[in-house]
C-alpha cells in the first residue's frame, strides 16, 4: 500500500508546540540523558586505565544503557503523540525490548552500510525506507525483521518527502548547536516529537485509522 504524504510543516509545527507546553520536562530528560551518559563513559575510561577487561565491561554496560535510553527516548516522544504526558521513568522501563532493538539495530546499520558501497545512494534510500524499525518495536513490540518491513511499507511513495524532513530536522539541530548547545534543549525535543508524529501519521494512514485532531491542535 502506497502512504500518502504528509505535512513537514504540520510535524515541526506538532513538536515545537509540544516542546513549549512541556519544556520544563525535555529540560530535565536532556540533563538526566547526558548526566548517565557521560557518568558510564568516565567511569569505563577510569577501568580501563585500570585493568582492560574491567574496561571493557564497563563499555559494553555503557553501550547497552545507550541502546535502552534510545529505546525510552521513542517511547516519550510516542506518548505525547498519543496525548499522554512524558514519564522519566520510560527513560529506562522499556528495557524488556532491548534484544529485538540491538539485533534490529545492528541489521540496520548493515543494510545501510552494504547500500552506501553500492555508490551511497542506495545506502540513503535503505536508510529512509526502514528508519521507523525502532518506533515499530518500541511501539508494537515486534521482532526486528517484521519491524523492518512494516517501516518498508509505511514509508512507500514518501521517500523523497522524508529526506526532505529529515534534511530539516538536521538543519534544525544543528542551529540548535550553533546557539552554544544550550539551543539543543529546544531542537531536540521539537525533532525528536516531529519525527515520532510522522511515524503515528503514516502508521495510521497504512491501518486506515484517523489521527485525532486534538494531537494536532494541542498547544496552538
Known amino acids: 500500500m502506497t502512504a500518502e504524504k504528509f505535512s513537514i510543516s504540520e510535524a515541526i509545527h506538532f513538536g515545537w508546540n509540544t516542546m513549549k507546553s512541556n519544556l ?4 530535565g530528560l536532556l540533563i538526566l540523558v547526558f548526566l548517565f551518559s557521560s557518568l558510564f563513559s568516565i567511569i569505563a575510561a577510569k577501568a580501563t586505565e585500570a585493568n582492560i577487561f574491567l574496561g571493557i565491561i564497563f563499555y559494553i554496560a555503557d553501550f547497552s ?11 516519550i516522544a510516542l506518548r505525547f503523540c498519543d496525548n499522554e504526558k512524558g ?5 529506562f522501563s522499556q ?21 552506501t558501497i553500492l555508490l551511497i545512494i542506495p545506502g540513503i534510500i535503505w536508510g529512509i525506507q526502514f528508519c521507523f524499525y525502532d518506533y515499530f518495536i518500541v511501539d508494537k513490540g515486534l521482532g526486528p525483521i ?7 511499507a509505511i514509508t ?12 530539516i530536522l538536521s538543519g ?19 525533532t525528536m516529537v516531529a519525527l515520532a508524529f510522522v511515524y503515528r501519521k503514516l502508521m495510521a494512514q497504512a491501518e486506515n485509522v484517523q489521527v485525532p485532531e486534538t494531537s494536532l491542535e494541542e498547544g496552538e
Do not use: H, M
Request: proline share 4%.
Open 95 to 115: 528495557y524488556p525490548l532491548f534484544p529485538q532493538y540491538l539485533v534490529g539495530s545492528i541489521l540496520y546499520g548493515l543494510i545501510v552500510f552494504a547500500g
Open 146 to 152: 517484521e519491524a523492518l518491513k512494516r517501516s518498508s
Open 24 to 27: 520544563g520536562f525535555f529540560i
Open 87 to 91: 514519564r522519566f521513568a520510560d527513560l
Open 65 to 75: 544503557l545507550s541502546i535502552i535510553i534510545s529505546i525510552g527516548l521513542v517511547k
Open 156 to 167: 512507500k511513495g514518501v521517500k523523497w518527502d522524508l529526506f526532505l524532513f529529515f534534511l
Open 172 to 190: 534544525i539541530n544543528l542551529l540548535g548547536a550553533l546557539c552554544l548547545l544550550i539551543g539543543l534543549f529546544v531542537t531536540i525535543p521539537t
